[in-house]
């Protein structure tokens, strides 16, 4: 029994963790890096297509966007992910394909026209993202799922987004049994709309996330809605905008709560019919997901209204964007508004043309309300950038900037360790993942220091041993110099089918010889046929 950390160390995005146990590789997560790469990521242990099952906590990119990159390199296993996070699945792998697939074009047009902008092959396709969705498995919460001899599982609800979940791995091989939790990322109690994060309450090993392990969420002034209200009141009073960096799925979502709050309760005097423009296709798709899966996830509250037969994420004055034209057209509409866009952290999609029309206009107000991870233009803007670059143009930073505090997906140390705590006895390790490197080093010697856990902050590469109880290998932090160079995709598939093809070879040990000869000669006939040196 293995445990090999990949993605997330020391770092806040890219989660991966591999686990070994009863002659199966198992993926925990492959997220897709954002903002600024620190640490080099180790490679996976195995090939891809060598990869059996993935487990995923939830749909957030950075913990699920490199799912159709390990189909496309030849994994045909299963993902099992709860109900509500399959559903989420469905719509955002087949955005980033087909935004990963807009973003070579753009750069392959502006480098035939000169620019100083390398064309680059998108990292897989828009059937890679289908291929990897139809693998999915959905589960319902607290049930336990048999995966195969000797390993079960179970979701837990962490309130963090729609179907996110901690994951509870049964394992046993012969006579040794563990027990392994992933806490996945853990909600904010105070996060509206879904329900708060539940606590396990046993495991023999604990990896946990600590994206804010070294702080306390700010109390709100009031609650949000009348936080939020008062930036509405104070921008439209100058004639500007409320632009709002926003994950299309969770956060998003939570704005129309409280937006549908300040609408009814006629928060904003003087401006009670102020239009809400939702500009993403994604963020459209994924409310209407929100709605479906309301009476598994929503909090008392919010079925409290749905009971009345009120959508609790819906009003008069909300406008959906869907075409390109829609959302051009609301750049030249001059009635004060708020403009909801991904991507959250202002790294892609529609936000950038809302930031560009409103970045430098000292009326308007661009309001963030979620992390930004170090190295995105959004953390630029937060620390106070003057200018920044927006489709090769530098855009001057004269826009109120504001952020809404305490309106986070994640918990906070408090919340951290309330989870931590839930467990009757310490487990054996506590594996600090997914907080900046400081970060995660910090909050793990706290709760070696305060609280007498087990705790470690592994760096990537490092493989546990959990049925020894022991690291067989502690690796040692390396620093990415530079982005490497992305292999041609047409490249990468050839050497993905490649491994693959190994993978089948290994299953085909022990059947028939005529059917096994009969394929090796097939396999030869392709090798004479494309060998450049024949």
């Known amino acids: 029994m293995k445990l090999t950390f990949i993605g997330a160390d020391h770092e806040v995005t890219g989660s991966c963790h591999c686990l070994e146990a009863c002659g199966k590789h198992i993926l925990v997560d492959y997220g897709m890096q954002q903002g600024l790469d620190v640490f080099e990521n180790a490679p996976l242990p195995v090939p891809e297509a060598a990869i059996d099952y993935v487990f995923l906590t939830h749909a957030h990119v950075d913990h699920s966007g490199l799912l159709p990159l390990l189909y496309a390199r030849g994994f045909r296993g299963q993902v099992y992910a709860t109900d509500a996070t399959v559903d989420l699945c469905s719509i955002m792998l087949r955005d980033c394909a087909h935004i990963q697939l807009m973003e070579s074009e753009w750069k392959a047009r502006k480098a035939k026209r000169g620019a100083d902008i390398a064309a680059v092959e998108p990292l ?30 179970r ?15 049964w394992l046993k091989e012969d006579t040794t049994e563990k027990k392994i939790v992933f806490s996945g990322d853990l909600g904010n109690e105070r ?86 423009y939702v500009d993403s296709p994604l963020a459209v798709e994924a409310t209407e997901i929100f709605h479906d899966n309301r009476m598994d996830c929503f909090d008392e509250k919010a079925m409290a209204l749905v009971k009345e037969g009120i959508n609790p994420i819906s009003f008069a004055g909300l406008k959906l964007a869907i075409t390109s034209e829609e959302s051009r057209e609301i750049n030249f509409i001059e009635t004060p508004k708020v403009i909801i866009s991904a991507s959250g952290m202002c790294e892609a999609g529609r936000i950038r043309h809302h930031l560009k029309h409103n970045l430098w206009r000292p009326e308007s107000t661009i309001l963030f309300v979620g992390y930004q991870a170090n190295g995105t233009l959004g953390r630029a803007i937060v620390e106070g950038a003057k200018e920044v670059k927006l489709f090769g143009e530098t855009i001057q930073v004269q826009a109120q900037i504001r952020q809404l505090r305490g309106l986070s997906g994640h918990a906070d140390q408090a919340g951290l360790i309330w989870w931590l705590e839930g467990f009757e006895e310490k ?33 990537s590469g490092s493989v546990f041993d959990l049925g020894a109880n022991r690291f067989t290998y502690e690796a040692e932090p390396v620093r990415v110099e530079k982005k490497r160079p992305v292999a041609s995709g047409v490249y990468a598939r050839l050497v993905a089918a490649g491994q693959r093809l190994l993978a089948i070879i290994k299953k085909l040990d022990g059947l028939n010889n005529k059917d096994t000869a009969k394929f090796a000669d097939q396999v030869l006939n392709l090798c004479d046929k494309w060998d450049p040196d024949k």
């Not at 604990?206 to 804010?212: A, D, G, K, Q």
């Open 124 to 153: 897989y396709t828009m059937e890679d993202a289908e291929g990897v969705i139809k693998r999915m498995v959905a589960c319902h919460y607290d049930s336990i799922v048999e995966i195969c001899d000797g390993i079960r599982i």
């Open 427 to 459: 487990p054996k390790k506590v594996f600090v993942v997914h907080g900046e490197d400081s970060v995660a080093t910090g909050f793990a010697e706290m709760l070696k220091i305060e609280h007498g856990q087990r705790a470690y902050a592994p760096y």
């Open 191 to 276: 996060q509206p709309l879904i329900k708060a994060p539940k606590r396990t309450a046993e495991a023999d090993y604990v990896v946990m996330e600590s994206t804010y392990g070294n702080r306390l969420h700010p109390a709100p002034e009031g609650d949000f809605a009348t936080e939020l209200a008062a930036i509405l009141k104070e921008t439209f009073d100058r004639g500007g905008n409320v632009v709002i960096p926003s994950f299309a799925v969770g956060r998003t979502q939570e704005l129309l709560y409280f937006l549908r709050q300040i609408k009814v309760d006629r928060m904003v005097p003087g401006y009670e019919k102020f239009p809400v």
């Open 155 to 169: 979701f837990t609800d962490v309130g963090h987004l729609l179907g996110s979940a901690s994951i509870e791995v």
